[in-house]
């Protein structure tokens, strides 16, 4: 349905989507940048076990940039926590970190 009150405020040009949880490993490994990683976590944001997995993995998961982190932190409200100052992020201990907290919480890894 297309609503001509609403038609008038936006611009007539095609906007794509992604959404990492419906897409297969294969396909977001197509990606060649830090976006490959910050979908992969975002595929994986709630199950530790493939977080950890994809990181053992994955040697481009090792070292994120600083801006990756940030958006990986944003879109999943993750609250990771990495050192002020810092270019690249080790995600392992990132990643070892939270799932620590977790257990330490109580929730299941």
């Given at each position: 349905?297309?609503?001509?009150?609403?038609?008038?405020y936006?611009?007539?040009?095609k906007?794509?989507l992604?959404?990492?949880?419906q897409?297969?490993?294969?396909?977001?490994g197509?990606?060649?940048?830090?976006l490959?990683?910050?979908?992969?976590?975002?595929?994986?944001?709630?199950?530790?076990?493939?977080?950890?997995?994809?990181?053992?993995?994955?040697?481009d998961?090792?070292?994120?940039?600083?801006?990756?982190?940030?958006?990986?932190?944003?879109?999943?409200?993750?609250?990771?926590?990495?050192?002020e100052g810092?270019?690249?992020?080790d995600?392992?201990?990132v990643?070892?970190?939270m799932?620590a907290?977790?257990?330490?919480?109580?929730?299941?890894?």
């Amino acid at each position: 349905m297309e609503d001509e009150a609403i038609l008038q405020y936006t611009a007539g040009y095609k906007v794509n989507l992604i959404a990492p949880e419906q897409m297969s490993e294969e396909e977001i490994g197509r990606f060649h940048s830090s976006l490959k990683e910050v979908l992969l976590y975002i595929k994986y944001s709630k199950d530790k076990q493939e977080l950890r997995r994809i990181m053992q993995e994955d040697p481009d998961f090792h070292s994120l940039d600083r801006q990756a982190a940030e958006v990986i932190n944003v879109t999943t409200n993750s609250r990771l926590k990495y050192p002020e100052g810092k270019e690249r992020v080790d995600m392992c201990l990132v990643i070892e970190e939270m799932i620590a907290d977790s257990e330490a919480r109580g929730e299941a890894p």
